[in-house]
């Protein structure tokens, strides 16, 4: 980030008492931590900020503090909207849909690639969590860093980056980590709170699902049933832990879950090793995603979709050689 | 690490132009790591570095730099012998016990608290890994790292730390990790080799053991049966790897894996959230251990092995409350 767009922050900031901070929908600790880790930040400046997201917070960032907050409706007497690693205006839901933001000023502060700068100013960079951004802001802010804002923004650090288990990780990653945990930020804490939220319910899914799995040229997959995944109450985390853990396996270079939704839709979860490109797949199949984790819905019959996905994966391992 | 010692290491090693490097039995990525990380910085000097270890070496450290290089047997014209990572004399197997280390002078690089310092000269120190202190040591040798170095260090770190997860993961070990990385160590590389290496083999049992998975009293535990066992032809780290996966289930204060061995003796793992000690509870059943992360093999039948066992960690989880 350049120090002229932190300036320009500032320089915002200094002519504004109230602002409401909005994470995007479907959140997750990131997006949440980063936003608490601000707010705190400017509170300790003297401002007056608030919180906003569209949709109920997980279990995982339950425990950041004064995470209750958070509100779900967009800004009332704020001066000023800051919204934290969304990727562009659709990602804070109706916050931004229903009325909009109004006529005030709209901070982005972001990690994603594909981020096109849609506010008035953009703090914007290529960075494996939004909150390591976030760290920057704070310090430019000359805000010194305490236990409350490290614990926020060391949860967002953990959360993106699989605790320091992307491709993408950085040594720059690992340095805030250190200043975050000198600060007071409780590592091993957070990654309990983080990496150990698995229901024992989903248990006998897993078992299910495991003992299923099968290995077809370097494809590691397996299909949940409708009635598997209702008895079970599955949800859509359920299946990217699963896939996640398949993809862990030595022989797997890449994993597949086709859940069946039960209303002809397949949900399709996938993960690769580094290499191996399934963003690409689930891009031609009407999804999006990561080269080693992505995702689409498509409609039909289990088999063919099957048959279909496994052959665009299988080809996908097969161009990595 | 005392700057004395540190010192005096310096000093044994200019009398000298060829050492041994041993690890201890039953090897991990640890010692490994950090032998090897030292072997190449004493060649750096103009050393002749051997590399010894009494048991052949696990999957996850097979594509280290150099580790082809490990024998099996204890010192034969090396001037001075470096024992590492290995907490007590008989850490060493039969590389101790048959003959010994003769006349020659033992050099003893451990983290383990329980190291009373058996060598000539001792550098121990209460790190979250042997790695940490072998960095220092380079360091003090004058040694600049490179990438080598860095990988052999940085998957010791890894592998000891859990990957930054275990409780006793520090600022400086993170810091250690940044240098390692800019010096070249690959860090998703690493994470890759260290953390998937589960076979597909393996995933029937896993299937099995989920399924079977029972939540008493805040203790996720299960029982393998040895025709399960053998049938998927498990060792000790199938077990250590589901117990640890048990142990991050939310409800799960402590997790417990009865594998029976089919000669009257079962095989107990334990692992616990922080706060709950089940190495006191191995220690009480014969085997030892780390507060977190324990085992015990226990003679006698299954079902009165797994009362008594429960029992125990129940106990200790009302004990943290």
Known sequence: MSQTSLHEFADLLSGVQRVLIVSHVDPD????????????????????ANLACQD????????????????????????????????????????YAEGGLGPRPL???????TNRGYGDLNLIADTPATALLMLEVVDSLGVPLDATIATCLLTGIITDTQGFRTSNTTPQALAAAQRLMEAGAPLAQINQWVFSRRAAATLPLWGAALTNAALTEGVLWVELPFELLRRNGADGKTSSGLVTFLNTVREAQAAVILADQGDGIIDVSLRSKPG???????????GGGHPQAAGCQVAGEISEV???????????VARAG
């Open 29 to 48: 600790g990131d997006t949440i931590g980063s936003a608490l880790g601000l707010a705190w930040a400017l509170r300790k400046r003297g401002l007056v």
């Open 56 to 95: 109920s917070l997980p279990d995982e960032v339950g425990f950041l503090p004064g995470v209750e907050a958070f509100r779900s409706d967009g800004p009332a007497d704020e001066q000023l909207v800051i919204a934290v690693d969304a990727s562009d205006l659709r990602r804070m839901g109706r916050l």
């Open 107 to 113: 901070v982005v502060i972001d990690h994603h690639e």
């Open 276 to 286: 191996v490109d399934v963003a690409a797949v689930a891009l031609a199949l009407g």
């Open 306 to 316: 099957r048959q279909r996905v496994l052959a665009a994966v299988r080809a996908a």
